[in-house]
């Protein structure tokens, strides 16, 4: 497949008709404007099975930060939506050999440690208690996360005295301290 094909494809899959394809061709800029776009629509279904193939079309970019970024897009989306933490495990498993594709062994990482960050924020929103060791498993970006969004006490005074930054550990101190939360 070539990559105006790719686009192609993926505009009519996601009945995108707005973008002119030489244009997103000719500039990785407007390619990630597609990809976005085309994400979007994608997580919004109730399915996930063309998830791998438009996966595997995103890959095919000759810009791999793009696809990179397209892919974490995704990831992102299917996390934010996801009913549960074994729903988005089975999701993410499922495109495994796809994310093993990345050429560059920093993306491939980078996009497997967005996975785990999902699938700890997830099973803490079900209730698991978090241990410091698994919270030091966790990126900057999901510590913050989880003290800016947790309504766990628990949670918090652990990010508290053990997140990886003084500003994490300020945000989930004061967090921490607020009468609303639950005690979990």
Avoid at 70 to 79: C, G, K, S, T, W
Avoid at 93 to 100: A, H, K, W
Avoid at 167 to 175: C, F, G, P, S, V
Wanted: net charge positive; with cysteine.
């Amino acid at each position: 497949m070539t990559l105006r094909s790719d686009l192609a494809e993926l505009l009519a899959g996601a009945g995108i008709v707005d973008v002119d394809i030489d244009d997103a061709v000719e500039d990785e800029h407007v390619r990630w404007a597609v990809y976005r776009s085309v994400v979007a629509v994608a997580a919004s279904s109730c399915s996930r099975e063309r998830d791998r193939a438009l996966v595997a079309a995103i890959l095919r970019d000759p810009v791999e930060m793009v696809s990179k970024s397209a892919v974490v897009e995704l990831v992102d989306r299917v996390a934010e939506k996801a009913s549960d933490s074994g729903v988005f495990r089975q999701w993410s498993v499922q495109l495994r050999s796809e994310i093993d594709r990345f050429k560059v062994e920093s993306h491939r990482e980078f996009v497997r440690r967005r996975v785990y960050d999902w699938q700890f924020y997830l099973a803490v929103k079900e209730g698991h208690v978090a241990s410091s060791a698994e919270l030091a498993r966790v990126t900057r970006w999901m510590q913050r996360r989880l003290a800016e969004e947790s309504t766990s006490r628990r949670l918090l005074t652990l990010l508290a005295e053990s997140g990886s930054s003084k500003k994490i550990r300020n945000i989930a101190k004061n967090r921490a301290g607020s009468r609303e939360l639950g005690t979990r």
